[in-house]
């Protein structure tokens, strides 16, 4: 029970189920957090937006963070990140079934028509080895492209890849979907902190200390495992 005087912190966040999502306010992560906070008598509230808003509202200090983040080091001029990650996930490669899909290293994407959501880590890695990626503002499009074949190949989480494949089509065409077996990274995901919100460091070490009380009891592998996402 918190008390009647609570604090209260809200977070920019956005939609990537099966880990978050605005229609399902018992995901995972959503949970992991307010029961985080909570043991620290603070009660959180959650604003849902496109993941590129959500991340420039926090930027600017309209919300106190924004979560889950991979930690890059052009991210920490804008933001406290906590130290402890609140999610380890693993990405793979996703393309239909008759596309001979192959790769050892990333500048074998050259070789297909790749896919790639604006904003999101891939895309400056993409132009760094100067890979031609076709950019979409929604991660859903990529899934739709595939299908289409406007792009034949998009990175991304395996769980949330295959979540959103089974909401978004037919069972006929997702079963047209593969992915290749080897992950090509497995994500390590923070909580950003705007440093232009008031009290930012406070409830980042607020957070942390719930977090560590939260892992300790065992609550957290428990969520995962009850979201079947452990």
Do not use: C
């Amino acid at each position: 029970m918190l008390p009647v005087h609570a604090d209260v912190v809200e977070f920019a966040v956005g939609e990537w189920a099966p880990y978050i999502s605005k229609k399902d306010p018992s995901s995972p992560l959503e949970k992991i957090v307010s029961e985080a906070y909570a043991l620290e008598g603070i009660q959180v509230k959650y604003s849902y937006f496109p993941w590129k808003r959500s991340y420039g509202y926090t930027k600017k200090g309209r919300y106190i963070g924004t979560f889950p983040w991979t930690h890059l080091r052009s991210r920490e001029e804008d933001f406290n990140i906590n130290p402890s990650p609140i999610l380890k996930d693993p990405s793979v490669y996703f393309h239909l079934k008759d596309t001979d899909f192959e790769w050892a290293t990333l500048t074998n994407l050259k070789k297909y028509r790749v896919g790639v959501t604006l904003g999101y880590k891939n895309q400056e890695i993409y132009k760094r080895l100067e890979i031609p990626a076709e950019v979409v503002p929604y991660e859903e499009l990529n899934f739709k492209m595939i299908l289409q074949g406007r792009i034949e190949v998009y990175g991304a989480s395996k769980r949330v890849g295959y979540a959103m494949i089974k909401s978004m089509f037919s069972p006929e065409d997702a079963e047209q979907f593969t992915n290749h077996p080897e992950p090509y990274t497995t994500d390590i995901y923070h909580i950003l902190f705007s440093k232009q919100a008031k009290d930012s460091e406070k409830y980042m070490r607020a957070f942390e200390s719930g977090f560590s009380k939260l892992k300790a009891s065992g609550r957290y592998n428990e969520i995962l495992k009850i979201s079947n996402v452990d």
